[in-house]
């Protein structure tokens, strides 16, 4: 009987610890099982990518006005959904010369349940698809909806020859609705490379992000540092 019990036990703990090396996993920045991720590029030059998440809603068109202003072009990462619901945002995007990447059509986690084949190749085929509709012509690269991926979704995208871009700063995710707080996270964290994760698109919650881009354009620019797209920063590898 103590035998037994000793067994399942130590089975279980092995169990949960292989389930927390995949929770562990699942949420990196800067790996996964198949295929190419990056979350920042290892450079000496002074170069930032800004990516947007959850493109495009009406408040996209706030955030191209402020990047038109600087002379800036980032990286859009968009909802198929979001796209299909206002095209000509998405239009704008693109002929504005931004680079726009996928996000899947839903924004659902892309793990567990969420990550059976069909519906993994469904979210990236039909989002893919709205992307061209833009007219953007350019590579499209990948970032999972809150980070997450696991064993089907890095293996389609290893398979579809598309890189997986995650980000290596975050200041929303710790300073949400605060845009002094926002500007001065990103301020203090950026580095050389860095891919830097806003979302300004939202009604509520994120008017922080939007009201602390321009101060966070001034402040980078003036530090020396170029803004670039994602493509444009891993070309520098």
Known sequence: MRKRLILT?????????????????????????????????DTTERVVALTFDDAPTPRAAEVLDTLARFGVQGT???LGSELERSPELGRRIAAAGHELGNHTFSHRRMVGTNETPGFVRSELDRTDALIRATGYRGPITFRPPYGKKLFVLPWELSRRGVTTVTWDVEPDTFHAG????????????????????????CEAGCGADREALPRIIERLRADGYRFVTVQQLLALR
């Open 178 to 201: 605060d845009a002094a707080a926002i500007e001065r996270y990103t301020l203090e964290h950026v580095r050389p490379g860095s891919i830097v994760l806003m979302h300004p698109f």
């Open 9 to 41: 036990a130590a089975v279980l703990l092995c169990t949960a610890a292989v389930l927390f090396g995949l929770l562990q996993v699942s949420k990196s920045r800067s790996f996964q099982f198949f295929g190419e991720i990056v979350d920042r590029v």
């Open 76 to 78: 859009f990462y968009a």
